[in-house]
């Protein structure tokens, strides 16, 4: 009888473990399915109110995708930037998402990352074309649209013409180019001339206000019109101008963010064509866990824009950046 007790008692010490360890297994943070995946996204510059906002929100909707989000700020230099990639790769993580400073310099270490077994998202820019092997996909605006957009905001307004002037975003950049190129192609055949036109180096304000100061020395009376590639550049524009006493030049701008939402309320610009950089990285996240998951994605995909007046405003929600 003792021993049979001694058995009974060994048995449930057993059970009493077993369930200990179990009850353990499931509450705590080591078990490997709950560890959050690691990826990266590089901004061309957090000093740029854009990207460190996208930043806020890939880490805003990470843990919703399994991942945890490293910021590796490319400081607006193409260099800078590349060697973020190569920072992503040697810290393990499994995809890696990025707004270039340079399209095209930015190429060989994107391939070097892929070749590293990294999924690389392009985020608002996108590759050259013939590059597309760098990347898995493309989540963003179709930045040609936006200029051709911002080509018939012009054409409606000055139906018989008008002289106006461009001031470009950081030369190289992806959006630059092709806001450049979207809208000069949807003016030809118009008779909206562009008398002068300037990318900055960087997507500065100040930058912008300096070559609105020079294009104003050489047309003065003669620009009717400014199309700026980003809002944050139109806010120094409208300084320049206002200071000049012609604060009644028609000002298009592309980001729809809260300077330019607060610079269409004022009636100081006329249109803003917003994007949506949380949907951006919302899609980017969704996408890369698709990837991992042996699923397919669309190698390009863009998120419809919004043209933004005085007249229809009341209708949007002004973003925080």
């Avoid at 957090?46 to 490319?74: C, P, R, T, W």
């Amino acid at each position: 009888m003792k021993f049979a007790s001694y058995k009974v008692l060994a048995l449930l010490l057993i059970v009493f473990i077993s369930v200990s360890f179990s009850g353990c297994k499931k509450t705590g943070q080591s078990d490997s399915s709950n560890k959050l995946i690691k990826v990266a996204f590089s901004p061309g510059d957090m000093a740029n109110e854009s990207q460190a906002f996208s930043a806020k929100m890939f880490q805003k909707h990470a843990a919703e995708y399994g991942f945890e989000v490293i910021i590796l700020d490319g400081k607006g230099d193409a260099q800078v930037q590349a060697q973020t990639v190569y920072n992503a790769i040697a810290q393990g993580v499994k995809a890696i998402f990025i707004n270039p400073n340079d399209i095209n310099a930015i190429i060989p270490s994107l391939k070097k990352a892929r070749q590293a077994g990294l999924i690389v998202g392009m985020f608002s820019s996108d590759v050259p074309p013939g590059q597309e092997d760098a990347r898995d996909f493309f989540v963003g605006v179709n930045d040609t649209m936006a200029g051709e957009t911002a080509a018939k905001v012009f054409m409606n307004q000055f139906p018989n013409g008008a002289n106006i002037v461009e001031i470009g975003g950081q030369s190289g950049h992806d959006a630059q180019i092709k806001r450049h190129d979207g809208f000069n192609t949807g003016i030809k055949g118009s008779n909206i001339n562009v008398i002068d036109y300037k990318a900055t180096q960087q997507w500065s304000t100040e930058q912008a206000m300096a070559i609105m100061e020079d294009m104003f020395v050489k047309e003065g009376d003669n620009i009717q019109g400014v199309f700026c590639h980003w809002d944050n550049g139109a806010t120094g524009i409208i300084g320049v101008l206002k200071a000049r006493g012609k604060g009644d030049i028609f000002i298009v701008a592309v980001d729809g963010n809260r300077a330019g939402f607060e610079q269409v309320r004022s009636g100081d610009q006329a249109v803003t064509i917003m994007q949506n950089f949380e949907k951006f990285a919302e899609l980017s996240l969704k996408f890369a866990k698709t990837k991992m998951e042996g699923g397919n994605v669309e190698a390009v995909n863009f998120i419809p824009l919004d043209i933004v007046s005085k007249k229809n405003i009341d209708n949007f929600t002004a973003p925080e950046w």
